[in-house]
């Protein structure tokens, strides 16, 4: 793992298992940008939601599917749905096939956001606690979120940028 990772994220967990580089990154970026405590939100293949604490290490995760994943999942693997544009549906009461899916798909990531944060912040006891966005489809469900903060559809790249400048100033600071 990069040095200038480590020193911008700690890991606690109880087993010291490995959590993903990409979540890390990630986290650096949220943490250098918007401050900790933070729940940051990646919408991806898997939806993860990860916390950070006042001290800016992770703590906690927790994983579930993508939006796209699950979409993927009903069209491939039910011998009738048809592949769909994912998007936000007028209305949850759908009259037809492909709005029902729209509505299932994205209202259901709606709320398995709200329910998922709302027990992070209860479970972790930060009140002033940030929540952080971002991923290919974190812009359709941060929209509809008040528990959404911010959304930042460039934090990995800001993440690796911060990392990076780490790097140069540890390397710089160990010459």
């Not at 943490?31 to 933070?38: C, H, I, K, T």
């Not at 993927?72 to 936000?88: F, G, H, N, Q, V």
């Not at 729209?102 to 027990?119: D, F, S």
């Amino acid at each position: 793992m990069w040095p200038g990772l480590l020193s911008c994220v700690t890991i606690i967990t109880e087993k010291s298992r490995p959590v993903g580089v990409d979540r890390l990154v990630i986290a650096a970026g949220a943490r250098g940008l918007y401050g900790v405590p933070a729940i940051v939100i990646y919408y991806g293949t898997a939806t993860t939601y990860d916390l950070f604490s006042a001290e800016g290490a992770y703590v906690s995760g927790v994983i579930a599917p993508g939006i796209r994943t699950s979409a993927e999942a009903l069209w491939s693997k039910t011998a009738k749905l048809p592949e769909i544009e994912i998007r936000k549906p007028e209305h949850i009461l759908a009259k037809e096939t492909i709005s029902s899916m729209q509505a299932g798909l994205v209202y259901g990531q709606i709320g398995q956001t709200e329910y998922i944060v709302k027990h992070m912040i209860a479970e972790s006891g930060y009140e002033d606690i940030k929540v952080v966005a971002t991923g290919g489809l974190g812009n359709l469900i941060s929209k509809e979120k008040d528990c959404i903060h911010i959304y930042d559809p460039e934090l990995t790249l800001q993440g690796l940028r911060l990392i990076h400048e780490k790097d140069v100033k540890n390397r710089g600071a160990a010459s």
